[in-house]
């Protein structure tokens, strides 16, 4: 806060100084180019997208759910997007005897409803369970239900949760599309020639505006459903990473009530793909990597991870040798492909700059791999190049991709191909390419696997999560806007795909088990449902996927409806969580025969753990091995155990190698009934092989002081050496994305300042920023910060003094895994065992997952961590060695406390001051002696010599930097408080000598002088001396501000060294003079001054200090909380 309200002042500064410049500059700013705008679904802007192996995915690209347009006019009779060709879980096939859903009811917490959208007009439902308005406003006043609104038949009741109104009503086409999948049905086809149909189209909705709410509503909305008769309730929203234990005591109880009542609660897994998000992939050393989202994660919620159906329904464009190749076309398009020519095209590498000065793009299709730069980076350089149109074709085996493009990228058209359709193009860059606006069904290249983007389990707790698999790639739906239809890619498109099945199986079952109570049922439906879900294999790793990816499965309806079988656990859950194992142990399930006749299986299970690619997880299975096939006869209606012994010993040593804190064994039992046969139901398994048990895997990073160089989030630039760190003119870290501790620093004219009664840190111009504690300025740098190693390990030193720097120490940390009960504590070195100090209250946290600050960050700074050097009682604990010490405890059951220490040094004595100097008149040199300092003091960080200088009004603290040889040249002149320019004399100079602790000690360097008695004595060539530099100083104007830097080479280190820092200054004219800072590192190297005239010195000033200003805004950070 602090910061803010200076910065606020210098906001004001900067642009105070920019309707200045403005007057002089006239209107050139007009005749540049707008900055690339971005879209509100995918940013196009223009962060690079690093090529790398394990992460080819940018954050240009990086989206919870992608919209996109259809694509336009058909060409053959229209089908429906159920289609047998695109019905991958058979939904069609159960309709005639589910009725579609009819005499269900399906809730949608969400947030907007496009409530005239044609998918939900269809008013004539079969057997509706709430038939009219009145039958409605009876459960809602058996309920107590005083709000929300009847619209129709098919849409019986809505409500503004939020608002507490009945206006559902909005622009977030969210809503209307997830709506759309579980129930709705379009009468007219859409632009793509299709009619798009929910999975249970005779189902009537209620739809809850939540979205944006708290917890407590969305628990208010859950319980509001049951009472109004919802069969199902879907949630395509949830937090990532997110843990059982810290879902809301409402939302619990919600839950519970729904699960007493027989209610299905289902909510998508997350789009958050893993630990690092979909910008990087986790190290093979975090095992717990798992993202899966609440309020999914509850076991009596079913969370849907998304898949990717294995065929896709596209436009395509032909080439000149007849083949087809599957097209996404980019939306926001000013001019479209144009239909009547064919097109010539050149292989346009990454599409960089410098890749298009190697081709002649003109009036031809650019072909452009995904990777290096942003997607509108690469349409920009190909318009700016005159390339007719762009392909951008994917750098991964997945699926095609859809950009929404503002109207300036939409000049020339672009769209999407496969990596695979792209290579066959390269092969002979002869054809040409045409466009007709043709659609087809082709098989998806990322089909029939899992989202790239859909969440892994487990969760938090430790628990396996997602439990089932749907349909959650480019899925059509109801757009917001008028009758629209819009694509959607993300767990949020698979949740209501399960919601909307749930009230397909649920008529079906009814009638097959008339005896079960409601809440027998949905249990009876959750455990055929999984049990009859198929494992989806990877065919490239010859693997089954992770049960922590795919659960149980995709969702096979017609598998569902017709199983007359189902396997559990021992306990009757549907999947076997073995915990903490060994390399042998044992597979045991139920096999329940709901028939009324004996059924032979066949059964074999297939046992997997984790692909490793270098340091990183690969997020792919890695086959280990396969059981031989067994075959048992389970009796009509009766249950038998299986037994399976697995023994993996052979595989530990080298999967130790590849993740050494321990490895998933994971897999599936299937099933078949005859030896060749298809599988018929599965259960999914995990158990963890570690060197410690899984709840005690480490949850917080190793800090920066062990690891200086690269972290999971930080990577030390090349550029800088090692344990540097570079700072903004803030003096604020750039990168904070590591574990660390952290202070304030603040300059000695700050501490003089802040001793004053009436300082008001807000409105000085000397401020504080947050330090890395144990780091300290690059001599000889600006912008650089070093690590200091003293005795092989961090010198982390505090000066409790109450002088405002490096008066306290709080904690950082960028956490692995959720935790609670986080605190500091403090014990002297000599003894770790009683803490004089503790943190006040604890902390929990979850897991550092993404570099998105809207998710979680990089780290966190705990405040509630921060000590002032105080023991219980709020006294000094003296100056000595200490132990800083942060516990805390995952919170996956039985986990014990970890903790980390950070030995502390606190010295609160400044630095001894040096009595003896000399001063040589003719040079302008001065060399002081310093003192030695005794072993009570922190050691010497630097000592300089300071003075007051007024540039443009504001006064500035300049230092002179001490030579190679410990000397320091006096500058000739300074500015005065009458802004003219007069000779520097050694009274106005101030020695400031500062310690590693963060202790200031000065003096007036006439007063070390004195002692000595060695002040100059003023001579008739000192005089004539005096004389000239007064001539020359009135013959000459000064110049405030040096913009070019100078590089100076020292004989211990590089530095890049500059005659000019930026003037930090803030303007209150009720207050006297303030100081900020800057640096002069060659003091006896002035400017010319020049004798241009003032308009244009003026003009100067004035585009100097807007650079100046506006560099600052630009570079500054706020501090993360």
Known sequence: MKKDSRKKQLVAMALLTTGILMMYTKQIEAQEEAP?????????????????????????????????????????????????????????????????????????????????????????????????EDDLNRLKNAANIDYGKWISSKIIFAHNYLKNNDDIAGTDTHGSHVSGIAVGESKQPMENGLKMTGVAPQSQLIFMKVIGGADELRAKAIIDAIHLGADSINMSYGKGGDSENNLHSEMVKAIQLAKDKGVFLVASAGNDRAFGDVFKKPLAENPDFGVVASPGLSKDVISVAAYQNPTIYSEYLTTSTQQKIALSTSQGLINGFDKTRQYQFVDAKFGREEDFKTIEPTDKIALIQRGEIGFA?????????????????????????????????????SGFISQKDAQALLQNKSQTLSFHKNYQVFQNPGGNQIANFSSWGLTADGHLKPDITAPGGFTSSASFKGNDYELINGTSAAAPHVAGLVNLLKPIYQKRFPDKTPQELATFIKQMMMSSATAIFNEQEKAYISPRQQGAGLVDARKAALATAYVTDQNNNSKIHLGDIRSTFNLVAKIHNLSLVPTKFYYTAHIATDKVDGQYFALAPKHLLTTEMKEILVPANTTLDINIPIDVKQFHYDLTKLMPNGYFLEGFIRFMTSPNGSEVMSIPFIGFRGTSKFADLRAMEQSIYDKPNKTFYYERPKYLQ??????????????????????????????????????????????????????????????????????????????????????????????????????????RQSDLTTAIWESPEASKADKHYSELIDKTGTATTFEKTRWDGKDRNGKYVGDGNYVYRVVFTPVSEGAKEQHMDFDLVLNTIPPVLPTSASYDAISRTVRIRPIQQSNNHSPIFRARLSYTDIEDGIPVIRYIEPKQDGTFTIPNTFTNEAEEMVELTLEHLTYVVEDFAGNYSHIKLTDILNKENNLPSTSKKDTSKKDKLENDVSKKEKVSCTLAPTITKNSTENAITSKTSLVISSFNKNQETKYSEKVVYDAHLQLPKTGDSAKHLTLLKIIGLAFCFILHLVFYRKKEK
Request: glycine share 4%; hydrophobic share 30%; aromatic share 8%.
């Open 377 to 413: 980076d690469k349409i920009k350089n190909a318009i700016e190049n005159k390339a007719a149109g762009v392909l951008i074709y994917n750098n991964v085996m997945e699926e095609n991709i859809t950009l929404p493009l503002p109207e300036k990228l939409g000049k020339i058209p």
């Open 722 to 827: 090692d344990g540097e760190f570079e700072v903004d003119e803030f003096k604020e870290f750039k990168a904070q994305n590591f574990t660390a501790l952290l202070s304030q620093y603040g300059s000695w004219r700050y501490v003089q300042e802040s001793q004053r009664p009436d300082f008001i840190e807000e409105e000085s111009l000397e401020f504080r920023s947050t330090t890395v504690l144990g780091t300290y300025d690059k001599l000889g740098t600006q912008n650089i910060k070093k690590l200091l190693i003293k005795d092989g390990k961090p010198y982390l030193a505090l000066s409790p003094n109450g002088d405002g720097v490096m008066d306290t120490v709080e904690f950082r940390g960028t956490l692995l895994r959720n935790v609670k009960d986080l605190k500091a504590k403090v014990y």
């Open 36 to 132: 690339l705008n971005t879209s509100t679904e995918i940013p196009l802007n223009t962060e690079t997208e690093k090529d790398h192996p394990l992460s080819p995915i940018n954050k240009s690209e990086a989206l919870s759910e992608r919209y996109s347009s259809e694509s336009k006019t058909p060409s053959h009779p229209p089908k429906t997007t159920l289609d047998p060709e695109l019905d991958s879980t058979n939904i069609t096939k159960i309709w005639e005897e589910s009725q579609q859903g009819a005499g269900t009811i399906t809730a949608v917490l969400d947030s907007e409803l496009n409530s005239h959208h044609e998918v939900f007009s269809n008013t004539t439902l079969e057997k509706p369970k709430v038939k009219t």
